[in-house]
């Protein structure tokens, strides 16, 4: 429990940029969710002191981060991501990262960067055995993940993953789908891949998470 509780401090944890040294480096992570859904484009940032262990940073003292040259729009603490921007359609972001007011970093995130992913027509799961559903778009490449779940009036249904070289489909096992009822169900594919930055801020490195959100209808039987 000791332990525990040091690990949720140290997640928690946020000190304020200003307090930094101006040569301590500071390690960026930005991601863009391109929702499919909603015909509508999430970016989210945030910033930790030295690399990706590293104490979360609020933006202070001459820091900001802007998202297609427009401030964040919502700051939260409850998770990884301290700032978020939202945009409607499928849009390219530039990330503008000012530090101390002295650098300037400039990173992006295309919607040509993603590995496009749909559910195709025609699936069927057995609430008795599950079912194999191929994915409507390029196999997996090394670092990817995909994530597939199902919905259904309310109800959810299993949550799988899939993440090896090549691969092109996810597996419901009869325990994910057993719950749902005969009909059609809503099934949800998330495809993501993380690429290295393009400027960095010295040794602290970053990434740039790439994800992409897409649902179909299939049929439980």
């Known amino acids: 429990i000791a332990l525990f509780s040091l ?25 863009v969710l391109f929702d499919k859904l909603e015909d509508r484009t999430r970016a989210f940032a945030t910033f930790r002191r030295t690399s990706s262990l590293g104490t979360r940073l609020q933006l202070t003292g001459g820091s900001s981060i802007r998202f297609n040259g427009q401030p964040y729009e919502v700051y939260t603490e409850l998770d990884n991501y301290f700032y978020r921007w939202t945009e409607n359609g499928l849009v390219d972001v530039s990330f503008e990262y000012t530090k101390a007011a002295q ?26 055995n599950g079912g194999q559903v191929f994915w409507t778009g ?4 090394a670092g990817e993940v995909v994530e597939a779940w199902l919905r259904q009036s309310g109800t959810n249904g299993g949550r799988v993953s899939v993440n090896t070289t090549g691969a092109g489909s996810v597996v419901f096992a009869a325990d994910d789908v057993e719950d749902l009822s005969p009909g059609t169900a809503d099934l949800y594919f998330s495809r993501t891949r993380t690429l290295p930055l393009q400027q960095a801020d010295g040794s602290a490195g970053g990434r740039r998470v790439v994800e992409v959100e897409a649902r179909g209808t299939v049929m439980v039987q």
């Open 7 to 31: 690990l949720l401090l140290a997640a928690c944890a946020k000190e304020d940029s200003s307090d930094l040294a101006p040569d301590v480096p500071i390690y960026q992570d930005y991601k």
């Open 138 to 141: 390029r196999d997996l490449e």
């Open 103 to 128: 650098a300037l970093f400039l990173n992006s995130i295309a919607r040509a960067d993603t590995h496009d992913i749909a559910v195709p027509n025609g699936v069927v799961l057995s609430r008795v």
